[in-house]
């Protein structure tokens, strides 16, 4: 018999989290009306980082997440491939 962990709280927690992919991030600001500078004003991330992500470049995690905390401030949903592809929607 296995003794409990607490670091075993931990294992595969963030598994329902949609990684967020480039057209994503281009269709959450469409969607909330954000242009890249206002993004980049409004999640501390430049805009040069920005466009770059939005034209598949790869990027830290931390700057991946704190655009998306961003967005999902600013009422976005991540949408994951669930058979009819990736996406966002705005939360009600």
Known sequence: MS???PKWDYVNANLDIVQMKP??????????RLSVRDLAELSGVTANTISRIENGSDAKQSTLDRLRATLEKAG????????????????E
């Open 3 to 5: 003794k409990y962990h």
């Open 23 to 32: 057209a994503q991030l281009r269709m959450a600001r469409a969607a909330t």
């Open 76 to 91: 976005v949903e991540f949408i994951p491939e669930n058979g009819g592809g990736i996406g966002v929607r705005l939360k």
